[in-house]
């Protein structure tokens, strides 16, 4: 069964900065595409960002510019890089593998919370 564990998040003020790491095990990571959702009280989680088992990367528009999704196969992690944090980029993220902008894991990480403040 796929384990994921997230990490990096934080208290930011806004227009800082913070790189989230999820770490996984129990896959063959190299084989799966990996996203990034986010998901605050009263909401349904959220696509993010995504990127191919080829590293092409994706994102929601919100984003577009400001975060950057990468990978490192040899540590069987998947990255995302935030620039420009905004306050309504406040909430918890979470990782997963992704079938185009979908979650395959039925079960989700920890996730890491992200507060920007004004």
């Known amino acids: 069964q796929g384990h994921l564990v997230e990490s990096g998040g934080g208290l930011v003020q806004a227009g800082g900065s913070l790189r989230l790491s999820c770490t996984t095990s129990?896959?063959?990571?190299?084989?799966?595409?990996m996203g990034w959702f986010r998901q605050v009280p009263g909401k349904s989680r959220e696509f993010v960002a995504r990127?191919?088992?080829?590293?092409?990367?994706e994102y929601t528009d919100s984003v577009k510019g400001r975060f950057a999704v990468s990978r490192d196969n040899a540590k069987n992690t998947v990255y995302l890089q935030m620039e420009s944090l905004k306050p309504e980029d406040t909430a918890v993220y979470y990782c997963?593998?992704?079938?185009?902008?979908?979650?395959?894991?039925?079960?989700w990480g920890q996730g890491t919370q992200v507060t920007v403040s004004s």
């Open positions: 997963n593998l992704v079938n185009g902008r979908q979650p395959r894991l039925n079960s």
């Open positions: 129990g896959i063959i990571f190299s084989f799966f595409d």
């Open positions: 990127i191919s088992r080829d590293n092409s990367p």
